[in-house]
């Protein structure tokens, strides 16, 4: 049979402090009743010894008297057993009582007129010669000493009483104390077999149920962790399999089409080959990007040179521009004069990563808006810094926090890749990649001078886009 951890920890406590509280106090109580019939019996006795020693006979106003210093009655008698004074009237049951009990006897209870006592008979010898053997009866009333009982047994019980159910309040407070976030735990756990992996509220104390909260709510980031990465592996899965018969076809005819701007380029004129450069080299850049996807998930070479910013943002530039007339958009740029040379980049990564963001960009900016790349070399730091804004109203608020990772995107028919691509190249080239939103959208590269090698071979190995497909 199933039983709560709050019925283990309750009954038994509670059970185990009820007996000793219990036990207790009838010890206590039953102490009590007997130091009362001590007492009594005590008190008594010292009455009787003071006038079976005095030195004046014992009459009937005598023993009348003794009734209001001891709290009992008192009748004498002499060796032949006949009654000599009393402090009561003479009754036949005073008389059968006084026969009844016998000095050797201890306290008997008795009843007199109705009314009960407990009884003593205590004896005193002769004397001398003169002096006569007498025995002196003493009867306490019982009423009397149920009122002291009571005063005396009384208090240790509702001490005892208000002690039990102290302990069963401290017991159930416990109780609830551990069992109440062991239920929230139990529930939080049902809650993620389920796919629900929000955190529970750690508690202010430093105890054991605080570390198991703390593991709980580990256990959920990493099952929504673990989560997100079989999610985006079965993404990138699919995506896999239908890109990969596509991406050959796209290839081919990327291949084809170059082959005929370049035949239709030595029949042209001198003033359309800028045009068909531009075609050729989108179409150049459009078959790499391809071949790309068909290796993903090999490893693939970073080909680091010394290079100019300049002039890579100047080549990613021309290819965007055509894109920027047809969109109605204004291409700004923010170079300085100068060179700005990066030791060790990868050119056509750097490239690609480039035209990704001004796409991106020329996307957002829409009809009559603009775009603007910027170049900085900052020297404190040692850092490349190359910015890319535009005027559009940035990504929704509910993807902004997670713009770079895969598959996410502000755009109904975007892929979700562009971004977390970019950011992939920056980090093969020791660098990051940032966004920041407020008078325009501002999509920020930072590159060490240096690069990811100061020393060694120019080639880095690298997996293509792990956080891609693998992440």
């Not at 430093?206 to 673990?226: F, G, H, Q, W, Y």
């Not at 608020?397 to 950011?423: N, S």
Request: charged residues 25%; aromatic residues 4%.
């Amino acid at each position: 049979m199933r039983r709560s951890l709050r019925s283990q920890i309750l009954y038994p406590f509670a059970g185990l402090t009820a007996a000793a509280i219990v036990a207790v106090s009838v010890a206590v109580a039953w102490g009590a009743a007997a130091g009362v019939d001590a007492r009594i019996e005590a008190h008594v006795r010292s009455a009787a010894d003071v006038l079976l020693n005095a030195g004046f006979p014992l009459t009937d106003a005598v023993l009348a008297q003794t009734r209001g210093l001891a709290g009992a009655e008192f009748v004498c008698t002499d060796s032949a057993g006949e009654i000599t004074a009393s402090g009561l009237p003479v009754t036949a049951s005073i008389r059968l009582a006084v026969e009844d009990i016998r000095p050797s006897e201890a306290r008997r209870e008795v009843r007199l007129d109705g009314v009960d006592f407990l009884g003593w008979s205590i004896a005193r010898p002769a004397r001398n010669a003169v002096d006569r053997a007498v025995t002196l009866h003493v009867f306490y009333p019982q009423e009397q000493r149920r009122l002291l009982l009571r005063e005396a047994i009384w208090p240790p019980l509702w001490i005892g009483t208000a002690a039990l159910l102290f302990a069963i309040i401290i017991s159930y407070v416990l109780a609830a104390r551990i069992g109440r976030p062991i239920a929230a735990v139990r529930e939080h756990f049902a809650k993620l077999a389920a796919g629900d992996y929000a955190s529970l509220a750690v508690p202010q104390r430093d105890d054991e149920v605080r570390d198991l909260v703390t593991a709980a709510n580990t256990l959920a980031k990493r099952l929504e962790e673990r989560d997100l990465a079989v999610r985006r592996a079965a993404r990138a899965s699919l995506l896999g399999q239908l890109s990969g018969g596509l991406c050959h076809h796209l290839r081919n005819a990327a291949a084809g089409a170059k082959l005929a701007l370049q035949l239709h380029r030595r029949r042209c004129r001198e003033g359309d080959a800028e045009s068909l450069d531009v075609a050729l080299r989108q179409l150049d850049f459009a078959e790499q990007y391809v071949q790309r996807l068909l290796t993903l998930g090999k490893p693939q070479p970073l080909k680091l040179e010394r290079a100019d910013l300049r002039d890579v943002a100047a080549d990613a530039l021309s290819l965007i521009d055509p894109a920027c007339r047809h969109k109605n958009v204004e291409l700004r740029r923010d170079v300085p004069p100068t060179p700005v040379v990066a030791e060790q980049v990868d050119r056509e990564q750097l490239r690609q990563l480039l035209v990704n963001l001004l796409l991106n960009a020329v996307d957002a900016a829409g009809d009559a808006g603009w775009v603007e790349l910027s170049i900085a070399n900052d020297d404190k730091d040692g850092l490349l810094r190359i910015g890319v804004a535009d005027s559009g109203p940035g990504p929704p608020p509910e993807v902004q926090a997670r713009l770079f990772e895969p598959f996410v995107t502000g755009k109904p028919d975007g892929i979700g890749l562009g971004l977390a691509a970019a950011r992939y190249i920056a980090q093969l080239h020791g660098g990051t990649m940032t966004y920041a939103r407020r008078d325009a959208t501002r999509f920020e590269l930072v590159l060490p001078r240096v690069g990811p090698q100061s020393q060694g071979d120019s080639k880095v190995e690298a997996n293509s886009e792990p956080d891609l497909l693998t992440s």
